[in-house]
C-alpha cells in the first residue's frame, strides 16, 4: 500500500482525480486519502462528490476540494486546470470515462462523439497542461486509466476500445519522454471490475475486480513500471491470450464483449439520466 511519505514526499501534497464519484476513480481518492494526500475531486455528480469530501476530511484530516465538471463539454477540462492553479499539485489520477457497447452502428454517432470527447480529448487537455506544470517543478505523476481493451481492436466495443488504445500509446509514450523530467506516467490496463461502468454502457459482465484492487496495485507501480495489469484477472486475461495470433484475439475478445453487451441501442447517458 502507498503511504503517505511515498506520495506526499515524492509527487507533492496534492492529486487531481477525475470520475471521483464511482468505481475506480472513487477508490483511488479513497486510498489517496488515507494515505493523506490532499484531493481535488472531479465529476458532475456534486452531491456524491460533497458526501466524500466531508467524510474524508473528517476521517483523514485531509483538504479536499470539489469541482463539478461534464468534461464532455469543450472548455471544462481547461476549467479543471485553472481552478487548481493555486494548489501545489503533483499527481493526477485521470479515471472520467465510460463506454459504448454492442455494434458499432447501433449506437447514435452523438453517443461516440461525447465518450470521445471525455475519454480522450479532456483525458488530452490534462496530460498536457499538467505535464506542463509537473515538468516545470520537476515532480510529478499521471496514470492514465486504459483497459486491457486497449491491446487490439474488439468488436462489439470497437469505439470504445479505441479510445482505450489512444489512452495507452499516449500514456507509454508520454512515460518515455516525461520520465526524464521526473514525471512518472502510467497506464493502468484493468480486465472487467465491477463499477458503475457496466450499467452506464448498458453492459452485465458478471464478476470482475474490485475498484480497490485496481486502485492499490496501481498506486504501487506508479514510478516502477509504464504498464500496469491490476490484480490477477487483469493478468490471466491479457497473458492469456498475448500468444494467440491477433485476428484470434480480436474474433475473441469480440465474442466476449458480444456476450457482456445487454442490448443493441444506445443507454441511457448518465448525464441525461440524472436530469
Ligand atoms: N469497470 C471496468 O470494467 C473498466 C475496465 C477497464 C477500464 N475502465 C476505465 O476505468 C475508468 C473508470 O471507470 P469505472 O469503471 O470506475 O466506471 P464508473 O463507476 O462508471 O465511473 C466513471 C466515472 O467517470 C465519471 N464520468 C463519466 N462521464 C463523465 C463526464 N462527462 N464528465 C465528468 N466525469 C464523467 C463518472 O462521474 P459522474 O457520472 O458523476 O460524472 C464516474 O465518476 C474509465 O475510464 C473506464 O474506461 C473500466
Redesign the pocket.
Known amino acids: 500500500m502507498a503511504n503517505k511519505t511515498d506520495l506526499v514526499t515524492k509527487y507533492g501534497p496534492w492529486a487531481v482525480v477525475?470520475?471521483?464519484?464511482?468505481?475506480?476513480?472513487?477508490?483511488f481518492a479513497e486510498q489517496l486519502a488515507e494515505a493523506g494526500v490532499n484531493l481535488v475531486l472531479?465529476?458532475?455528480?456534486?452531491a456524491?462528490?460533497d458526501q466524500m469530501a466531508q467524510r474524508m476530511t473528517q476521517s483523514h484530516q485531509i483538504k479536499v476540494r470539489v469541482l463539478?465538471?461534464?468534461?464532455?463539454?469543450p472548455l471544462?477540462a481547461e476549467r479543471v486546470f485553472n481552478e487548481t492553479a493555486d494548489l501545489d499539485v503533483g499527481l493526477l489520477v485521470?479515471?472520467?470515462?465510460?463506454?459504448t457497447s454492442g455494434e458499432f452502428l447501433t449506437n447514435t454517432l452523438e453517443a461516440e462523439l461525447?465518450m470521445l470527447?471525455?475519454?480522450c480529448r479532456?483525458l488530452l487537455i490534462q496530460s498536457h497542461q499538467f505535464g506542463q506544470r509537473f515538468a516545470k517543478q520537476g515532480r510529478g505523476g499521471m496514470i492514465l486509466?486504459?483497459?486491457?481493451?486497449a491491446f487490439q481492436g474488439n468488436g462489439n466495443s470497437a469505439h470504445?476500445s479505441a479510445?482505450?488504445g489512444y489512452?495507452h500509446q499516449l500514456a507509454e509514450g508520454l512515460a518515455q519522454e516525461l520520465g526524464q523530467k521526473g514525471v512518472d506516467v502510467l497506464a493502468?490496463?484493468?480486465?472487467?471490475?465491477?463499477?458503475?461502468?457496466?450499467?452506464?454502457?448498458g453492459m452485465e459482465?458478471g464478476s470482475?475486480?474490485t475498484?480497490a484492487v485496481?486502485a492499490r496495485e496501481t498506486l504501487q507501480k506508479l514510478g516502477r513500471r509504464r504498464t500496469v495489469l491490476p490484480g490477477v484477472l487483469s493478468k490471466l486475461i491479457s497473458w492469456g491470450s498475448r500468444t494467440l495470433p491477433r485476428p484470434i484475439r480480436v474474433r475473441l475478445f469480440s465474442q466476449i464483449m458480444g456476450g457482456f453487451a445487454k442490448h443493441d441501442a444506445t443507454p441511457e447517458?448518465?448525464?441525461q439520466a440524472?436530469g
Request: glycine share 12%.
Open positions: 477525475t470520475g471521483a464519484s464511482s468505481g475506480i476513480g472513487k477508490a472531479v465529476a458532475r455528480r456534486q456524491i462528490l463539478t465538471a461534464d468534461l464532455a463539454q471544462a485521470a479515471s472520467a470515462g465510460f463506454g461525447n470527447d471525455v475519454n479532456a486509466l486504459s483497459s486491457i481493451l470504445y479510445t482505450k489512452v493502468c490496463a484493468p480486465g472487467p471490475t465491477m463499477t458503475g461502468f457496466a450499467d452506464a454502457a459482465m470482475g475486480l475498484p485496481v447517458p448518465r448525464a440524472l
